[in-house]
Every structure is written in C-alpha cells, then in structure tokens.
C-alpha cells in the first residue's frame, strides 16, 4: 500500500475537541442517554447568510473541514469525500413534517436540498469554491472508514494530490428517539462517563464531524501516517480476531510493536463481547483506550479515533480517562484501531508516528 | 396595510431564517434582493410558496417574483390586491 499522511484534522464532539491546543483536558459529564456536540462559535467559520440555512450537521461539517484545511496548510484540496451514516436527519424531519402536515403541497427548496447525505460535502465545496472530485459514502458504522478508502485508493495514483476527507453525523428530535424503540439506544439516562458498566442493551447516541486532510506526501504538519485501513462487513468475534492478525501480519505488524489500541466499545451488553473478546486476548499486553464513554456513539463516530491517534502523537501522552487497563505504553509510535456496530460494519486501521 | 407589512416581515423572518434580523430593521421600502436584505434566488422560491400557502396566490409565472418582491411595500400592495384568504 502507497503511503497515506494525515497532514491535517480536526474534530467537533460532544466534548470540548474543536480547540486544536486542548486534548481532553476537560471533560464535559453527560447525563442522558441522548445529547449534542459541544460547539465552537460557528460564526466564526460560516458567513451569517449560508450559516441561516445549515442544520446542525452541516455548520459542524463546514466548520470541521475549514479547521482541518487549516492545521495542514492546504487552501484548496484536489478531492472532496465525506461519510455519514444518516446524513442531514433534522431537515428531512422537517421536511417530511411539511409533507405531513401541509398535505402533500407548498414544499420548500431548502428543507429539500439541505437533507440529502451529500449536502455536507456540496456545502464544504460551495464555501471553498472547489469544484473537484466531490463524493460521499453512506455505509453504516464504516462511512468514514469507506471515505478513506477512497481517498487512500486516489493517493495510491496520484500521491501529490491533497484530499479532504470527513465524517458527519447529527442527532435529529424524532428519528434519533426512533432508536430507543429498536433498543439502540439504552431506555434510561446514564450518567455517560459510567457507560462500559452500565451492564444493559444499546448504547448513547451523540452527534460530531471529523475531517482529515490526507496525503500522499509528508508535510511538516503530518500528524501521522495511515498504514493502512480494512473495513469488513460483517463477521464473527472469532473471525475479527483472525482478520486483525491477518491484517497486521500484512503489514509486518505483530501485536508487541503496536503499542496502544484505541477501541468502539460503546455500553451494548449485546455486542462489546467483540471488543472484550480481543481485549482478553490478542490486546492483553497493549495499552487500551476507549472514548464512546465521552463522546457517545453515531456512525462515524469511529472518526474520532483517529483524531486521537493524531494527538496522542502530537502530544505524546494519553489522558487517563481514555485508559481502560493496566498496561501503560512506553512510548506511542504504532496504534491500532478496531470498531464495530451492532455485530457490523467492522473497521481495522493502523496509525504510526511519522 | 400597515398591520399586513409587520405580518410579511415576520414570516420572512421565520420563513427565510432570517435569525439576526429583527422586525424593525427591514424598512418597507428596502429592497428584499441584493443590497437590502440580501435575499436570494433559493429564498424567491421560499416566497412564492408563501404567498400561495398563506395567502391564496399562485404565480403563474415564477418571473413574475421579481417586480413583486421588490419590498415589503410592493409585496403588501399586492397581496392586498390578489389575496384569496
């Protein structure tokens, strides 16, 4: 595999990550099983006139990709590509309530054009002026992941080129509650920080965006270097097991030299066997780290592991409320990162230092 | 007439999105597109829609927006004339 810098990122949770000098020195205590981004001043980013028109993924997804732009220096990217697992949920709640309730007619254009999944990466691209290879996946828990792949597959051809890549998802009033019905999200609040042993079904549900500039290319403001990423459908926690080994093996990778593994446990009884099953065995004498436990789970929020890949590089350290073992690296120069949703859509990457 | 204007301006308010523009701050006579309000072609369709939800008239021809929606007091004087609820 041709290699693959990440030159820029940047990312928007529900905890305070869009501030480029903190690294989860503050945590912020969610109590609810559903809850929102912690924002940046989006007018800061977003002129007033486009800014009245962009639901709550979209400000996060212009904000992220402008943030990301800029921590690696590139103006304008050679290729657009984001991910989302639902897209703009909150304008086609709106519009599909106009349909509702107004019979069928007076239907608006702008419910109609912000709530499509690719109304993200068209924002970003009418905001910079960019006219480029503009694309978006929409591929459950693997959106994001399906996003690099394309990217990663376009530096394998042309490795000048600099290519944005983001991950966007927004809690919506309606079709996020619909997930406490099909037992996705847990029925009760939870105090969040708590959430691997809450010991009940579904998770909690939260909104973010993460956007990378990736490259071909080292830069002096590479964060890291994306060996490689492999996402899989579905599978077994046997089989997951067998793949990880597979995959590092390719790389000539083996689990002595990794040395911190950042995991997608979420609080599910009913799937993180997937991840403690790994973490009983091949990840028993590498650090762990776990973050749905402070910034909830949504489709693409496996992006922020990637965001913290670069910035425990960036800052050498990891903070401890990440830390879900006793093992404690010596140094942080390879981590890998595993996630899964519901059984599915499972994603192996490895970062190292560069 | 007066009552229909501050009627017009709070449904663009809220129609449009409008958030950091107060009642008082669109005169009748500012021009809604370009350098007044600074309205665009996607907020035209919006008002077309407006005008035939509230207020019972269809454009038959969307061109006809422009002269219409020239200011809140064009607009007033021409739902005062066309309205059909």
Known sequence: ?354 | MAELKEELKEKIIEQLSLEDVEVSEIGDDDPLFGDGLGLDSIDALELIVLLEKDYGIKLKDPKEGKAIFESIKVMADYISKHRTK
């Open chain 1, 1 to 354: 595999m041709s290699d693959c810098y990440i030159n820029g990122i940047a990312n928007i949770s529900a905890q305070p990550t869009s501030d480029p000098n903190l690294f989860l020195d503050e945590i912020i205590s969610h109590k609810e099983s559903i809850f929102r981004s912690h924002d940046p001043n989006y007018k800061e980013y977003i002129k007033p006139a486009a800014m009245r028109r962009m639901s709550k993924s979209v400000k996060m997804g212009v904000t992220a990709a402008s943030m990301a732009l800029k921590s690696s220096g590139v103006e304008m990217p050679d290729a657009i590509i984001t991910g989302t697992g639902m897209g703009c949920k909150q304008d086609s709640e709106k519009f599909l309530e106009k349909i509702l309730y107004d019979d069928e007619q007076f239907l608006t254009p702008t419910l109609f054009i912000q709530s499509t999944h690719n109304t993200v990466g068209g924002q970003v691209a009418l905001g910079l002026g960019c006219k480029a290879y503009n694309l978006t996946y929409v591929q459950g828990a693997a959106s994001f992941e399906t996003s690099l792949i394309d990217a990663q597959l376009m530096l394998s051809e042309e490795s000048e080129k600099n290519v944005l890549v983001g991950g966007i998802d927004e809690v919506a009033k309606n079709s996020t509650l619909l997930h406490k019905l099909d037992g996705q999200i847990k029925g009760d609040d939870i105090n969040v920080i708590d959430l691997f042993n809450s010991g009940t079904g579904g998770t909690v549900h939260s909104e973010g965006a993460t956007f990378m500039v990736l490259s071909g290319e080292k830069t002096e403001n590479s964060y890291a270097k994306m060996v490689d990423i492999e996402t899989i459908s579905k599978a077994s926690e046997v089989e997951i097991k067998d793949i990880i080994e597979s995959f590092l093996d390719r790389q000539g990778v083996t689990m002595d030299s990794v040395d911190a593994v950042v995991l997608g446990n979420n609080g599910d009884i009913g799937y993180d066997h997937y991840y403690e099953n790994l973490q009983t065995s091949i990840f028993s004498n590498t650090e762990q780290l776990c973050y749905k436990h402070l910034i909830g789970d949504y489709p693409v929020a496996s992006s922020f592991g990637f965001w913290l890949g670069c910035k425990i590089f960036e800052n050498n350290r990891v903070p401890s409320i990440l830390k879900v073992n006793e093992v404690s690296a010596k140094k942080y120069d390879t981590i890998l990162l595993y996630n899964q949703y519901l059984g599915k859509n499972h994603s192996i990457a490895l970062l190292q230092r560069c």
